[in-house]
């Protein structure tokens, strides 16, 4: 063919990480049997969804088997029975939003990287390590990306201290994948004063939000000023299990814009040429979610895997292992210890107690020493990990 391709994948380094993962744990069990080995490598929920979120895809399904109350292309933007939905659960932490800001998706991950579509070329700030989804879909627009680096010393926490004085797009993720580190308010001030003197726009990611226990802020709408320098990105999937069900939203401020253009125009008209929506049965499962009932479901769920985490995390403490997360998140990042390497001490675990983690180069250069569990496992599951742990570390 004689067309031009988009050379800026070629930039992008192929994600091995959890093929060469699958990879190993394979030979190891063709080697010593794969009994008994535990995964807690992955990002994926395992709980079901719950009964009132199940009900109303049922009865949003059967809805659509019948003349009258079949319904064709929905909203682009979300019907207004969600928006309103999304809208309250936001005004319980008393962030007010109008209808028009909110848009609803099918997830959280098609907005962050569809959010280069409105934006030209910017310096592009990023958090090291983090989700590598903000960087990939940066490469490919063949923007120039700077990295911010979480370390021991900052608690996986980085703060604009330092960072030269230029307009960025930057991104944030609080509760952090793959760190579980959590911005308090102070912290998320200091990058949205940072933004304003700037005049940088910050793309926040709040997909772990629901995890948060204790009085750390849910949302970047909760720091003064945010409305002038940052859109959100959130998802259920992490709230309600929605991983297979796929539905999340994006926030728009009305204020945002770049000379005289509003950003909000820009997504609209996005919005309306490249997405046709989200379907009727998932956007009523995820309006049940986020009811009363549904959230009651939510924090159970949440409850259950938060318990796993803190058994990882009591064991890690016992054993004077470095970590973070595991209180406001659904992962533990530690610090590999003995000075092993990422990959040296996966193959330890697996070898010595049976258990799968991912190794924390894969999200980032400052990852290389440490190590992701994940509290997706069962409690069963957890138990016996931990025990393993004990015996090891
Ligand atoms: N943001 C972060 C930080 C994630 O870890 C994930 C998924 O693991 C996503 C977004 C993707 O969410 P969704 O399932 O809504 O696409």
Known sequence: MNIKINENFSLIKENYLFSDVAKRVNEFSKANGGRNIIKMGIGDVTLPLSSVVVSALAQASV????????????PEYGYDFLREAIKRHYLERGVVLRMDEIFVSDGAKSDIGNIVDILGKNDILIPDPVYPVYSDSNLM?????SFVKGCGENGFLPS???????PYVIYMCSPNNPTGATYDRRGLKEWVDFALATGSLIVFDSAYEYFISDDKPHSIF???????????????SKTAGFTGTRCGWTVIPEELSAGETKLIKLWQR??????????????????????????????????????????????????????????NSPYVWLKCPNGM?????????????RIVGTPGEGFGEMGKGYFRLTAFSSYENTLAAVERLRKIL
């Open 160 to 166: 604009p201290v330092g960072v030269e004085e230029k």
């Open 222 to 236: 909760e720091i003064d000023g945010a409305r002038d320098c940052a859109i959100e990105i959130c998802s259920l």
């Open 63 to 74: 809805e659509m088997g019948k003349a009258e109350t079949f319904r064709g292309y929905p």
């Open 341 to 353: 390497g990422s990959w040296e001490f996966f193959d330890h675990l697996l070898k010595n107690a």
């Open 270 to 327: 996005r919005q309306a040429t490249k997405f046709n929506g989200v379907s009727y049965p998932v956007q009523r499962a995820a309006e049940a979610a986020l009811s009363t009932e549904g959230l009651a479901a939510c924090r159970e769920q949440i409850a259950y895997y938060r318990k796993n985490a803190a058994m990882i995390s009591a064991v890690l403490s016992e054993k004077g292992v470095y970590f973070t997360g595991g209180v």
């Open 141 to 145: 627009s063949g923007n120039k990306i």
